[in-house]
């Protein structure tokens, strides 16, 4: 194929863990066009990943939510300077990986010549895409994983057999940002640490935060391991109960950004989260991740990570702490092992 763009814009606004599924595809996009200049637009939490995935050159920083729940007369006038200023950088190519009408216009009024859109059934806009050939159908099968979905869109430009695993690699300024968090808790050095995630989007999928705090007092007393609680804005309320409930080793961190998150995570024996974007975060830097369900979940959405334990119930309640604490320590065994027979 001759087709080589020189600029161009991928729109990527989805959930945290649904871009973190992306990165393959942008992976994908920098090693087809190597010498383009690729501009990547996304939500602000999101941004932070792509940036720290090293495929993007620019980004484009759209808060949604906030145009759409705003002041109306100030949402339309952000939209107007957003697509003048993304007009004025002339691409010539724009991927849309998720594909909501509104993300459709926002390509199509990006100005760009060219534009390959994924083709979702009743929520994307297919003719304001004009790449030929055209993506297959997303038809939202369950059977076939989120990342393959998305490479999927690439299919016309001759992408196949690439790495299908997230990857993110912390930076030396977020590290010692850690570093520092973990020596004042004295918990830089000794035990293994063991990350927990008490928050969900909703609470039907939030493991009750005293069950967590009971997992944490039997890795205490049972595996002299500590536990770092990792708290996000949504869960800052919760911060209080959770210095009552958990052990006095427990280290509570509640205001990382998303890259003192990742950094924080790659030091982790294993990650132990209700079903959330920083799993799937924990998971791309290469933490071993137990993940805990309402229902099971299609393993379309689950990390493709091998070091992962899934459990679920009819009622996340339902999972007891004896569960999810065995499948902490099988996780925590194996890295033990693979430590052993690498020295």
Request: charged share 25%.
């Amino acid at each position: 194929m001759t087709f080589d763009p020189r600029n161009i814009l991928v729109i990527d606004f989805g959930q945290l863990g649904d871009v973190v599924m992306s990165l393959p595809a942008l992976r994908a996009v920098r090693e087809r066009f190597p010498d383009a200049r690729i501009t990547v637009a996304s939500g602000k939490p999101a941004a932070e990943v792509i940036e720290m995935s090293g495929y993007a050159d620019a980004s484009v920083v759209v808060d949604r939510v906030s145009l759409r729940d705003g002041f109306k007369p100030l949402s339309i006038l952000r939209i107007f300077q957003i697509i003048g200023d993304v007009r004025r950088r002339k691409f010539d190519f724009v991927i849309d990986l998720h594909s909501f009408s509104e993300t459709n216009v926002f390509g199509f009024l990006s100005g760009a010549p060219k534009r390959l859109f994924s083709r979702r059934p009743g929520r994307s806009l297919d003719f304001l895409a004009n790449f030929n050939p055209r993506p297959p159908l997303d038809q939202n099968n369950r059977s076939r994983h989120q990342i393959d979905r998305y490479l999927d869109v690439l299919g016309p430009l001759g992408v196949k057999d690439v790495p299908r695993v997230p990857r993110l690699l912390t930076r030396p300024s977020e590290d010692r940002d850690i570093d520092a968090m973990l020596r004042k808790a004295k918990a830089d050095v000794g035990s293994p640490l063991v990350g927990l995630f008490p928050g969900a989007g909703h609470d039907s999928r939030r493991w009750p935060l005293e069950k967590f705090a009971e997992l944490a007092d039997s890795l205490a007393r049972n595996d002299g391991v500590r536990s770092i609680v990792f708290a996000g804005p949504e869960e800052r309320a919760l911060v209080p109960q959770m210095r009552s409930l958990f052990p006095q080793s427990a280290v509570i961190l509640d205001r990382l950004t998303i890259r003192q998150l990742a950094a924080a995570q790659a030091r982790l024996a294993v990650f132990v989260s209700n079903d959330t974007g920083p799993l799937h975060i924990a998971a791309a830097v290469g933490a071993p991740v137990v993940l805990l369900l309402d229902r099971r979940a299609p393993d379309s959405y689950l990390p493709v990570t091998e070091a992962k334990r899934v459990i679920s119930g009819a009622l996340i309640t339902e999972i007891t702490t004896e569960e999810v604490y065995e499948a902490t320590r099988a996780l925590l065994a194996a890295g033990r092992t693979e430590t052993l027979f690498a020295s």
